[in-house]
């Protein structure tokens, strides 16, 4: 199910006007477009004769470029991203994602160095030992013990006067990321999925690129669960779908408890209370009026097996909506996990945040 611009155009042109080459309008459109390369290169051509991309732009020559670059390829369906075309995607909606949260304070010392850092310094400082990294080292501290030392300014600095800044590993982490792709995620003309796989994108890609050592899943979920790999991330479409957020977590459990890493956590981006299980027996039961006792304790029963295996659960809320507000406090407290609620505008920023601050911390049981 594709999201039709109506409400939202003028944030939608707004978005667009900022974007000044060729290649980012294309990946920007892509993702709204469910990766459907024939349809947002249409689309291109619709917004170029309505104005709203550069007259001066040649979108034959530019199509020509996607194909001579790799971006897309040519099928029997008519064109199709490649691999190197996805991860660019993903690659842009990161740029993108750091470059909002840098402009407004939030991504400043998020990051590790590229390539990933294992360890994190601390403000304690000790002795320095044979085989300490040189980067730990407190030049202030050790000039200072020098000079009380040799009583003197000659600067002449022992092994004995280092010190170095005690540091803590970074200990690796499984995730699954669960987004929800029930109908209300495109309901009233406002879409909130476009944003939630912009962030899953970006999301993927930082955990690719800066922590290699993680391992992240990614898990739909609408009347079932179903895992995807990241390679399908910018295909992602909502349905007309119930939520059945216990199929999510049981689901993302189950992925998890294969893993062998010591964090393990599940991130979970929704816009609605619960409103649908499958029993046992294999019966479904619907309900999409208020909080049905029924779902709502089966869904629970989830957080609840999932704190047992340490299993964390973050919810990102991405609207106001009571109903949810009331179960995810619920689902909070007997996880014992975190909850927020976002704007779509900046949901990224809170998933990277707490991705970052929280990673090194160990769940409790």
């Not at 909506?321 to 809170?350: C, H, I, P």
Request: charged share 25%.
């Amino acid at each position: 199910m594709r999201f039709l611009y109506s409400q939202w155009d003028d944030e939608f042109y707004a978005h667009l006007k900022q974007l000044t080459d060729l290649l980012s309008i294309f990946n920007f459109l892509l993702v709204r477009m469910n990766g459907d390369v024939e349809e947002t290169l249409r689309l291109m051509e619709k917004l170029q004769r309505e104005g709203m991309i550069d007259s001066n732009y040649d979108l034959g020559e530019f199509k020509k470029q996607l194909e001579q670059s790799r971006i897309v390829r040519e099928t029997k369906a008519g064109l199709k991203l490649t691999s190197k075309g996805e991860q660019n995607i993903r690659q842009d909606a990161f740029e993108l994602m750091f470059k909002k949260m840098k402009s407004s304070g939030k991504g400043q010392h998020l990051l590790p160095y590229e390539g990933g850092s294992s360890e994190e310094s601390l403000p304690e400082k000790r002795s320095y030992k044979f085989g300490d990294n040189y980067q730990s080292v407190d030049f202030n501290s050790s000039l200072l013990n020098s000079i009380v030392r040799s009583n003197n300014f000659d600067f002449n600095i022992s092994e004995n006067d280092l010190e170095v800044f005690e540091s803590e590993k970074s200990t690796s982490c499984a995730t699954v990321l669960m987004i929800d792709i029930s109908h209300s995620m495109i309901l009233y003309g406002e879409d909130r999925i476009t944003p939630a796989k912009k962030v899953a994108l970006a999301f993927t890609e930082l955990i690719l690129t800066k922590y290699p050592k993680d391992d992240l899943s990614i898990v739909l979920f609408g009347d079932n669960a179903q895992e995807v790999q990241i390679k399908d991330l910018p295909y992602i479409a909502v349905g007309p779908y119930y939520t059945n957020t216990q199929a999510g977590l049981r689901l993302a459990r189950q992925i998890l408890m294969t893993r062998k890493h010591v964090n393990k956590q599940i991130f979970m981006i929704t816009d609605g209370k619960p409103s649908m299980i499958i029993r046992s027996n294999g019966q479904v039961y619907r309900n999409p009026a208020g909080l049905d006792p029924l779902i709502v304790n089966r869904t629970l029963d989830e957080a609840v097996v999932c704190r047992k295996k340490r299993i964390t659960i973050t919810t990102f809320m991405v609207t106001d909506d009571t109903y949810l507000q009331t179960f995810v406090k619920k689902l909070t407290e007997l996880n014992r996990g975190r909850a927020y609620f976002s704007s779509v505008d900046n949901l990224g920023s809170y998933v990277i945040w707490d991705f970052v601050t929280n990673r090194r911390k160990r769940p409790k049981g």
